[in-house]
């Protein structure tokens, strides 16, 4: 096999560094993509939530468990940074329309507790308590 000349090194340097700008740019038209739609940002989210990367503390007591949610957490800020870097304003959307829909569900919640407390159901009270058979 042939030795590489200075020419034939730089000249393969430079193809790989234009094949890495467009799989780069593949990656961030894929995040822009995702961010155009309320389903995919949900799964942004979820990405994010479990890669531990709002919100969490990985350490715990046990050395094998923190380096595991560690790593965990490591993939879920590199997918974060990478959302922002690409959509920093997608990135906000995302993070309020998650928090507006958990208060709505915990609104709807506090409505059906407050409903079951007044008829009289307590909670863990199921349909099978009441079956007459």
Known sequence: MGRFDDKAAEALIRRQKEWSKVDQQQLDDAVKAMFQHPATRRYLYWLLDIGKAIGENPFTSDALTTAFQCGEQNIGMKVMAHL????????????????????????????????????????????????ND
């Open 84 to 131: 922002i870097e690409v959509e920093p304003d997608g990135f906000l959307k995302l993070l309020k329309e998650t928090r507006d829909e958990r208060a709505r569900r915990e609104g709807e919640l506090g409505r059906l507790r407050d409903s079951a407390d007044s008829s009289g159901i307590r909670p863990g009270v199921t349909a099978a308590d009441f079956d």
